[in-house]
């Protein structure tokens, strides 16, 4: 039985949204909101702006807000925030007229940030002792060189989201192996269904998918960090890891796995197919739960069950999808780092983070918060982490999302072999790093 959660359309959307992020997209906004950043009033006073489009934790914030007022009278901080779609232009054009705020979420431009010095190393900042504490993959897709430049606020993992109801008609279980899911999808297709639901419109879920598996055959997360960062020796987009990876996509599309029209599957369309009952499982993010629980009809919230992302080897490490796309970075620019520091550290109190999280119904990015939440559902996702399977899928280097994404979707539509897919990325990549 799952507990019932109101619905978050921030929430919701939070992962497949976020490859239409990069800043570089939006350089041209015009920067008529930039100059909202921070200050001083002129009595000695300093405000901190604290910029977001995270409006689930609205009224938390302007809670934390008013207390941390209460207890530092000198410090007044400010949250704004912007709709999902105003966010990225209005970052971009605070950044170029260098007038961000002094606390801001960085979308998926952390690491150029940081190269550019941009933003301040917050291990630090803020202490490894501090940063420690913080799943290991939603540190590492923020570090750059020794430094670290944001920190992980919401974070999100995928799994394999099943029927209960329709898996034991058929005499199935839950996939373990890729192998396992492509041998029971002929199966499921002819009892007329879809066998493993998933968002390919638009398509960087299927790039969710897919990284993971690199990951998997690696067994070491680092490798698809070094892919995304392009600068590791020895590792490149076309090596064997990836096209045995871009090869298991290939075979699960052959299997029939996916949907006819995958390429065309919006998120709300995948997810109907599956809590409408005519998919067996749906491949998706901790971030369906809180919409499940009301949009779904009443009588599914009894028969869906949460799985551990399949693995390529019997026995293996079921690494999954795991990073935050909910993030803080502290303006190198700022005139108050200290204070926008102190103020970090306090969102994070331990007993004030973990009601964040449980209210909003997110997943934490502290292993401390991870053993008090609060949603079974999330609960479960969550327990994957502290096993140590999260793995990166977030990418966050020049025109290596649209790169993979790219890739993926020529294999899934015939156009490309597994090998021929992972050259081109890479070429796409190397060209991407040269503009």
Known sequence: MH????????????????????????????????????????????????????SEFEDAFAAAAAEYHQLHPEVTVKPRYWSFANYAPSLQAALTAKEEGDIFMPLVSTLALAEAGRTVDLR??????FLDGFFPSTNDENVYQDGQYAVGWAA?????????????????????????????APQINAAGLVPMSIQGNPSNQLSDFTLPI???????????????????KGVSWDSEPVVQALTIVKQLTDAGVFSAGVLATDSDTANSTFTSGKAAMLFTGSFFPPALQTTAPAEFLTQYGIAKTPTVEPGGKHW?????????????????????????????????????????????????????????????MTSWLLDGEGAPHIMFGKGTLDSVTNGVVSVVNGSATPAQAAKAIEAAVVQARKI
Not at 214 to 232: G, Y
């Open 3 to 54: 507990e019932t959660s109101p619905s978050s359309e921030s929430g919701r959307n939070r992962l497949s949204r976020r490859g239409l992020l990069a800043l570089g997209a939006v350089a041209g906004a015009t920067p008529a909101l930039a100059a909202c950043g921070s200050g001083d009033s002129g009595d000695g006073s300093t405000e901190i702006g604290l910029w977001t489009w995270a």
């Open 124 to 129: 630090k900042a803020l202490g490894g002792d």
């Open 156 to 184: 999100q993992t995928f799994g394999l989201f099943h029927n209960t109801t329709i898996l034991s008609q058929l005499g199935l279980m839950p996939p373990e192996t890729w192998d396992d899911l492509a041998a029971m």
């Open 214 to 232: 690199i990951t998997q055959i690696t067994d070491d997360p680092q490798v698809v960090l070094d892919l995304d960062t392009h600068t590791a």
């Open 320 to 380: 999954c999808a795991n990073q935050a796309g909910y993030t803080w970075a502290v303006s190198s620019g700022s005139k108050h780092q200290d204070a926008a520091v102190d103020f970090l550290k306090y969102l994070y109190d331990p007993a004030r983070y973990l009601k964040m999280m449980n209210d909003t119904f997110s997943m934490p990015s502290t292993k401390a918060a991870a053993d008090g939440v609060a949603s079974q559902d999330i609960k479960t």
